[in-house]
């Protein structure tokens, strides 16, 4: 996957969209004639225009009486464009929408028509959900990636260490991380980003909760909020490079594990290519929880504009561009990102692609999501507080409960404006 992706689909770093509207409308009766729809999307943008036009090709032999005009705008400047458009009431009738904080502002907001009679189980279940508000359908996921635990067999073997497994548990990964770790020799155990998004995923790991339940206040300052973060914060310097090694900068992990000196990386399925020529054999798991199993999953979605006139053969688009053979088919021959639907068959061919060879685990890891919280119009400034406190911790300029008050504090005020 394009390295790109990760700033596209980051579901909590995205900004939400500020913008008013009508109520949602529901999918009307079809049209009586021919009609022409418009789709604004970013996810083509760059090497996938090709791969975008086959399947709108495609969707128009199946719908004669159905012509979709597309629209394609860099991502960069995807945000501004749609939101200038949905303002003016000039939306087109189907568009991308980049992860979940700008589907819940678009839903909030009216800009989406509720999709009825779609068929629900053709597509993962957990993603499905992603777009969904007090349980109606407002949206479907196109595309998706996830965070999985990469590792250097070599490095095991070395070490006489069994391999991760689905059941593997935060305790195995720390017991197999010491043993792999020679500082005297550069190699380390162990990495994962000391961040907001690597802890609001450990907290769910952890039986925990980034927010409380009506999402007003913070909820981590628990013990199993402590033990999560302590879960990040400790590897520094025992299984895990340090700040001043250059933990935390850009590609430094990537890096470590392509260079054989890291037995584990906690990272996304895009970087498979960074690993395509790299002398030794590695693999990947599913991601080890404490209490429970659960990983960052990162999706695209597609929406139907609430205005628009001519929403059910909108919708029929939206349902093709998410689900059909062909749309299925195109990304997974290409490598366009992966794609969303439950059928295993249809998904086969992209357990063979090579390298890694448990490829299975990209699908299991999507079974069990760590939903990103919902954190409103600060959401870059609470990530950015929480990922500050956590660094002051790793640091060593204060404790890790310091850091969890000190971030709480200035979360929960953020809440509060």
């Not at 959900?129 to 109606?136: L, M």
């Not at 990040?232 to 992990?253: C, E, H, R, Y």
């Amino acid at each position: 996957m394009n390295r790109k992706l990760l700033g596209a689909i980051a579901v909590a770093g995205a900004a939400a969209l500020v913008i008013t509207g009508c109520a949602a409308t529901p999918a009307k009766k079809a049209d009586a004639g021919p009609v022409t729809i418009t789709y604004t999307n970013f996810i083509s943008d760059g090497a996938n225009v090709g791969n975008l036009t086959k399947i709108v090709n495609a969707f128009e032999k199946a719908n004669p009486t159905i012509t979709v005009k597309v629209k394609t705008i860099p991502y960069a400047s995807y945000a501004t464009a749609i939101q200038t458009d949905l303002a003016a009431g000039t939306a087109s009738d189907v568009f991308d929408i980049n992860g979940l904080s700008d589907y819940e502002s678009l839903q909030a907001n009216g800009q989406l028509a509720q999709l009825k009679g779609v068929d629900g189980k053709i597509y993962n279940a957990g993603l499905l959900d992603t777009y969904q508000t007090a349980g109606k359908q407002y949206a479907l996921p196109t595309s998706f990636s996830d965070v999985v635990l990469y590792y250097n067999k070599d490095l095991f073997d070395a070490a006489g260490v069994s391999y991760p497994t689905s059941k593997w548990t935060w305790a195995d990964e720390t017991a197999a991380a010491k043993k792999i770790t020679d500082q005297a020799k550069g190699i380390w155990g162990d990495h994962q980003p000391v961040t907001y998004n690597e802890y609001y995923k450990a907290l769910v790991q952890n039986g925990a909760s980034f927010l409380s339940k009506d999402g007003k206040k913070a909820a981590f300052d628990t013990p199993a909020g402590l033990a999560a973060a302590k879960w990040l914060v400790d590897k520094s310097g025992t299984t895990m490079p340090t700040i001043a090694d250059g933990q935390g900068t850009a590609d430094f992990d990537t890096n470590l594990f392509a260079a054989g000196k890291l037995g584990m990386l906690h990272t996304g399925t895009w970087v498979f290519g960074n690993f395509a020529k790299v002398p030794f054999k590695w693999d990947i798991a599913v991601e080890p929880g404490n209490t429970k199993t659960a990983s960052a999953v990162f999706s695209n979605g597609i929406g139907v504009y609430a205005q628009g006139k001519h929403l059910a053969a909108a919708q029929k688009w939206a349902v093709y561009m998410s689900s059909s053979t062909e749309e299925v088919n195109v990304r997974l021959d290409s490598g366009w990102e992966l794609p969303t639907i439950s059928d295993s068959a249809k998904l086969a061919t992209y357990l063979t692609k090579g390298a890694p060879a448990n490829r299975k685990a990209v699908f299991d890891s999507a079974t069990k999501i760590a939903q990103a919280p919902s954190l409103g119009a600060n959401s870059q400034a609470i990530q950015d507080a929480m990922t500050n406190a956590l660094i002051e911790a790793q640091a060593g300029r204060e404790t890790v409960q310091q850091a969890l008050d000190d971030a709480k504090s200035k979360i929960d005020t953020l809440l509060a404006g």
